[in-house]
């Protein structure tokens, strides 16, 4: 499976984004998403995930509220709404997936095989 990143851009603080992760085949509908973020000079982080039909979503602690994960089988697509940004929510985003039975919507890396290259999200203060 190939992931593309995509929504990144600048944006003020208290602004929302929208981001998308298209994926390359059909197949997508049996995956578990996850978008991950890394900030300069931090490490990767678990940001949400989705099961492959959308029933079950996961997401850090102190994201809640602000982030929604969401898909579209239909188009191949998974998206992460993201609200009331904040300066610390400057990263590289990336989504991830593996077939649902290995990822099941956790929060590991190590469960997630495909990997897009992500999109880069700056919020100005």
């Not at 000079?41 to 102190?62: H, M, Q």
């Not at 985003?93 to 290259?117: D, K, P």
């Amino acid at each position: 499976v190939q992931l593309q990143a995509s929504g990144g851009g600048l944006v003020q603080g208290g602004d929302s984004l929208r981001l998308s992760c298209a994926a390359s085949r059909r197949t997508f509908s049996n995956n578990c998403v996850a978008w991950f973020r890394q900030a300069p000079g931090k490490e990767r982080e678990f940001v949400a995930a989705i099961s492959w039909n959308g029933g079950t979503t996961n997401y850090a602690d102190s994201l809640k509220g602000r982030f929604t994960i969401s898909r579209d089988n239909s188009k191949n697509t998974v998206y992460l709404q993201m609200s009331s940004l904040k300066p610390e929510d400057t990263a590289v985003y990336s989504c991830a997936a593996n077939i649902h039975a290995v990822c099941g919507a956790g929060t590991e890396i190590s469960r997630y095989r495909y990997w897009g290259q992500g999109t880069l999200v700056t919020v100005s203060s």
